[in-house]
């Protein structure tokens, strides 16, 4: 029979959902009873009874059975607890009351030499008894010696002694050898943490293990999670030196790399200051590597940050490397790579990649010099909407000063070719001085960069890039104003021409948005201005007899001369300026080119646009 006492560890059934649905129901109806035509009311009824009358029967023989059991199971067990439980106290009382015997033997013994002591341990029926001192012991007879076993066991405890001193004497040497290499451990030691003060490294302990010292080599402007890595435990090697252990993130020094790619092909790239893992150079250039390579991490991870914005400027982000357009069909990367897979060896000229480089970083260190003097001023009114973080500017003054210095670029090529067309037709052309901001050439500030400028590039590069140029045209001066701007309302570079004629009261202000625009509308104004020149030369057009413009706004002359009317047409375009005329029905064409100047007419004559009208158009009177 098992034990009523015994308790199941099985799990309560868990009851079927589906056992109450009606198709479930109806399946379990046709298995057992066959049909729904077998099943009547009398049927179910004699079923019933049926089941009824067994059950009864069962149940009553089954609990009579189990009660028998049950009882016959109790008895038994009690009398077996009964009979273990004698079992015990017997044993126990034994063991009592040998330990009792034992210890009045025991205390009746001491009490001759300590009574006072032996009165709390000895039983008050012994204390009544017998009288403390009665029982005692000695020795009554000590073995002999003789002379010899005496003078060896004297020899013995004599040689334990000897044996005992020396040990303790070696003992002592060895400590004090110890403590002189601690000693020159400790000094050697201090002295470096010494030394690392001196030269300007914040010393301080281990936040959460006070027993050890740190040293800051981090920026506490930076972000917290670079800022959190910029904290090195200073500790002490077996030969008394300094180890840098920068926790479990540092995973190597890492520099930041910038090359040039032209076509996908690197030509320069930057030079780059070797950093070493041997932890046996000197303390501050460690520190000085883990700085600059911490540095150079926060910077790449600003720049992956900012290159997200800055899709629409061109700026990619392929894995580790960013890059963004220069020049031409050239472009520059910037990735970072492990310092032990730097190589010595530089590609082509390092000029600009060093250039960007330390621009980069100088954006950088002024970005932590913004963050301190917000730090320091009051706080912002407390709000539930949580602190955004900002994005550094860091890619974008580089955007926008090469950007405004391929404007520039264009706009001296235009002009460079509008005075070559010019001077070969001899029309006037003067070209003034220009007022160029300092930040108008991209290659030349970044190429000057000096210990003197450092403190001014960031704010000339953060502002925007504004550029004048002023040309006299004939009877026209233009002025060609470029502003440079990514951020907003500008987002790109703008070109103002300021045109006011010689005749003209007020000066025309148009804004465009590239270059060929103002190429466009410049060529106009050249060609419309000399017309208004030829009008005013005598030596041209004589005493300009019927000749009048069209239009203001054609540069066009015409004439009725016996019946026919005659033409001066002037074009200018990015191929030069062109002069048509058609005299007596008679068409000709002249041609002075810009910077490609080679019309074989024109060299051969090497004439002007007005004495070309002088000499082959001398009917004009």
């Given at each position: 029979m098992a034990d009523p006492h015994l308790i199941s560890l099985r799990a309560w059934p868990s009851q079927d959902k589906t056992a109450d649905s009606l198709p479930y129901l109806i399946a379990r109806i046709n298995e057992q009873k066959g049909s729904f035509r077998n099943v009547t009311e009398a049927s179910l009824e004699e079923e019933i009874r049926a089941k009824e009358a067994g059950e009864s029967n069962d149940t009553a023989e089954s609990e009579t059975k189990d009660v028998g059991e049950e009882s016959q199971g109790f008895e038994a067990h009690g009398d077996a607890l009964a009979t273990a439980r004698e079992e015990i106290i017997k044993q126990?009382?034994?063991?009592?009351?040998?330990?009792?015997?034992?210890?009045?033997?025991?205390?009746?013994?001491?009490?001759?030499?300590?009574?006072?002591?032996?009165?709390?341990?000895?039983?008050?029926?012994?204390?009544?008894t017998i009288p403390f001192g009665s029982l005692g012991a000695e020795i009554m007879q000590e073995p002999s010696r003789s002379d010899a076993e005496k003078k060896t066991e004297d020899l013995v405890g004599l040689g334990w002694r000897l044996q005992s001193l020396t040990r303790s004497a070696d003992s002592l040497l060895a400590s004090a050898s110890r403590l002189e290499q601690e000693m020159e451990h400790e000094t050697t030691y201090w002295q470096q943490i010494l030394s690392v003060k001196e030269k300007g490294w914040s010393i301080c302990r281990i936040p959460g293990d006070s027993s050890t010292l740190g040293v800051r080599f981090g920026f506490a402007e930076a972000h917290a999670e670079f800022r959190d890595r910029g904290l090195a435990a200073l500790r002490r090697n077996t030969c008394g030196n300094i180890d840098l252990d920068r926790g479990p993130r540092w995973r190597g020094d890492k520099q930041l790399r910038v090359r040039l790619l032209k076509s996908g092909k690197p030509t320069a790239t930057?030079?780059?200051?070797?950093?070493?893992?041997?932890?046996?150079?000197p303390l501050t250039d460690l520190l000085i590597g883990a700085r600059n390579s911490l540095f150079d991490e926060e910077l790449h991870h600003e720049l992956s940050r900012e290159s997200r914005n800055l899709f629409n400027q061109g700026v990619r982000s392929v894995g580790n490397a960013i890059c963004f357009p220069l020049k031409d069909d050239?472009?520059?990367?910037?990735?970072?790579?492990?310092?032990?897979?730097?190589?010595?060896?530089?590609?082509?000229d390092s000029t600009i990649p060093t250039a960007i480089a330390m621009t980069l970083r100088i954006l950088l260190s002024h970005a932590h010099g913004e963050n301190h003097h917000r730090r320091s001023q009051p706080p912002p009114p407390i709000s539930e909407a949580p602190a955004s973080r900002r994005v550094y500017p860091l890619l974008r003054p580089l955007?926008?000063?090469?950007?405004?210095?391929?404007?520039?670029?264009?706009?001296?090529?235009?002009?460079?070719?509008?005075?070559c067309m010019l001077s070969a037709a001899k029309l006037p052309f003067t070209p003034e001085d220009e007022e160029l901001s300092p930040t108008s050439a991209f290659t030349s500030l970044l190429t000057d960069l000096k210990p003197p400028i450092f403190s001014s590039l960031p704010s000339r590069l953060m502002r925007p890039h504004h550029t004048s140029m002023v040309a006299q045209l004939p009877s026209t001066r233009a002025t060609l104003d470029i502003h440079t701007s990514t951020s907003a309302p500008t987002f790109g570079t703008t070109f103002q021409l300021r045109t006011l004629a010689d005749s003209g009261p007020l000066p025309q202000i148009l804004q465009f948005a590239t270059v060929?625009?103002?190429?466009?509308?410049?060529?106009?104004?050249?060609?419309?201005?000399?017309?208004a020149y030829l009008l005013r030369e005598e030596e041209a057009l004589g005493r300009?007899?019927?000749?009048?413009q069209v239009s203001p706004y054609l540069p066009e002359l015409v004439r009725r001369n016996r019946g026919r009317k005659d033409r001066i047409t002037i074009s200018v375009d990015g191929e030069g300026l062109s002069m048509e005329c058609v005299i007596d029905k008679k068409p000709k064409s002249w041609q002075w080119r810009g910077q490609d100047d080679d019309d074989e007419q024109q060299q051969q004559s090497g004439k002007g646009l007005v004495e070309v009208l002088n000499e082959s158009l001398g009917v004009i009177s």
């Open positions: 126990v009382g034994t063991a009592y009351t040998a330990s009792s015997h034992a210890l009045d033997f025991v205390s009746l013994l001491l009490s001759k030499h300590n009574p006072k002591v032996v009165e709390a341990s000895i039983s008050p029926y012994i204390k009544e930057n030079e780059h200051q070797m950093i070493s893992d041997d932890q046996n150079q050239s472009e520059v990367e910037v990735d970072l790579q492990p310092a032990s897979e730097v190589d010595d060896k530089l590609v082509g955007l926008e000063l090469n950007q405004h210095d391929t404007a520039i670029k264009a706009a001296h090529d235009l002009l460079r070719n509008l005075s060929d625009k103002v190429a466009k509308h410049l060529f106009s104004i050249t060609a419309l201005g000399t017309i300009r007899e019927g000749w009048r």
